[in-house]
């Protein structure tokens, strides 16, 4: 705990008193791997001192303490994995090998130019240069455009950063999958638990070239 007043849970938090843990069932816990759908509203945190929805509230709290791999804007929703295991977060999070694909519906109909510009790379407006992005265009209509947008990096609202620099701004935003791991069986805040199968394919990406 940092500040005077931080509550916290024994049975789910690690506390140590003298160098002890307060429950060391706790040190035992198993690893948990929770595949979630986020809704729009939500905050990709585990805890807001301004009180907003997080996606953690929509878990099971006999999960114990979870934190979200990564990172969904708070108006944006689709999967976001939920864990308690620091080491397989720094992993999916962090990794070019594990691409994140979007959907994103985007105001007006970019041309050829600024979609290849977008594929290409861009700087944003806060100075992040992208790399270079998968983009395929799902449809259209004669006011707005749907594509598909595949990143192997998480810079903060980049996807709407990338659109806003080529004059569309992002209306809809939605990933629908990670890495391999694709679900549209899940309703919007609902979840399930990744299985050992799942959780494996992402640690064998660490070891590939």
Request: proline fraction near 5%; aromatic fraction near 6%; charge should be positive.
């Amino acid at each position: 705990m940092t500040q005077l007043g931080t509550k916290a849970n024994p049975e789910t938090d690690h506390i140590k008193v003298g160098g002890k843990l307060i429950n060391p069932k706790i040190a035992k816990r198993e690893n948990v791997y929770i595949l979630l759908n986020k809704p729009k509203g939500y905050l990709s945190s585990a805890a807001d001192p301004e009180g907003r929805n997080l996606v953690t509230d929509l878990v099971s709290p006999k999960f114990g303490k979870l934190h979200p791999v990564g990172r969904l804007d708070y108006n944006t929703e689709g999967l976001i994995i939920l864990t308690n295991d620091g080491n397989f977060t720094n992993l999916v999070a962090s990794s070019k090998k594990v691409p994140k694909v979007y959907e994103v519906k985007v105001k007006g109909l970019p041309n050829a130019n600024a979609i290849n510009k977008l594929r290409r790379g861009v700087t944003l407006d806060d100075g992040f240069k992208t790399a270079p992005a998968e983009i395929k265009e799902l449809k259209h209509t004669e006011n707005n455009g749907w594509y598909e947008v595949t990143l192997t990096e998480g810079h903060n609202q980049q996807i709407r950063k990338m659109f806003d620099s080529v004059g569309h701004s992002v209306v809809k935003l939605r990933r629908i999958s990670i890495g391999h791991i694709k679900d549209d069986r899940i309703p919007v805040g609902a979840f399930r638990e990744l299985d050992a199968e799942e959780v494996g394919k992402f640690r064998k990406v660490r070891n590939e070239r």
